[in-house]
C-alpha cells in the first residue's frame, strides 16, 4: 500500500507541475514568442505533434495516445512487481511524464513544449517538465538496473569461487 501511495503521489506532483506551467505558458507567452531567461536558457510556446523531438510528427495523435496508454499500463505491472527503491522512484518519474503529455494529447491533440535550452546557434529541441521527468526517470532506471544487474554478477562470482 505504501508503495502505491509513493508512486501515485510522486506521478501526481510531476503531472500536476507539469500541467500548471503548462498554462503559464499558455496564458501569458503567445505561439513562437521568445522570452530569454538565462544566457542559455529561453521560454517559448510550441506544440509538439511528433514524439520526443518532435520525431514522428506524421503518425496520428491518437497513436500516440494508445502507445501511451498501454506504456502506463507496462509501466503499472511493472511497478507492482518492483521492490527496488530506486527503481520505483525512476518509474514514478516515467509514469508521471506521461500522464502529463497524455493530457495534452487528449485535450489539444499535441504536446505543448516551452524550455528551450541552447547554447550559441544550436537548440536542443523545445521540452516540458513531463518530458524532463520521462528523461530523468529514464536514467535512473538504466542506472538502477546496471547498478542492480553488477551487484547481481559479483555476487554471483563471489558465490562460484566458493
Do not use: C
Not at 505504501?2 to 507567452?29: G, H, Q, R
Not at 498501454?70 to 518519474?93: C, D, G
Amino acid at each position: 500500500m505504501k508503495k502505491i501511495l509513493s508512486v501515485s503521489a510522486i506521478a501526481f506532483i510531476v503531472a500536476l507541475l507539469d500541467y500548471i506551467t503548462k498554462k503559464l505558458v499558455e496564458t501569458y507567452v503567445h505561439p513562437h514568442e521568445i522570452i530569454d531567461v538565462l544566457p542559455f536558457l529561453r521560454i517559448v510556446n510550441i506544440k509538439n505533434t511528433g514524439a520526443a523531438f518532435g520525431m514522428f510528427s506524421t503518425l496520428s495523435n491518437k497513436f500516440f495516445i494508445a502507445l501511451t496508454i498501454v506504456a502506463i499500463i507496462l509501466i503499472l505491472i511493472y511497478v507492482s512487481r518492483s521492490f527496488k527503491k530506486l527503481e520505483i522512484l525512476s518509474l514514478s518519474l516515467i509514469l508521471g511524464g506521461a500522464i502529463g503529455n497524455l493530457i495534452d494529447r487528449v485535450n489539444i491533440g499535441k504536446v505543448i513544449d516551452f524550455i528551450d535550452f541552447f547554447i550559441n546557434d544550436w537548440h536542443w529541441p523545445a521540452f516540458n517538465v513531463a518530458d524532463s521527468s520521462l528523461t530523468v526517470g529514464i536514467i535512473l532506471f538504466i542506472w538502477t538496473n546496471i547498478i542492480h544487474r553488477e551487484h547481481h554478477n559479483e555476487t554471483q562470482i563471489s558465490a562460484d569461487k566458493k
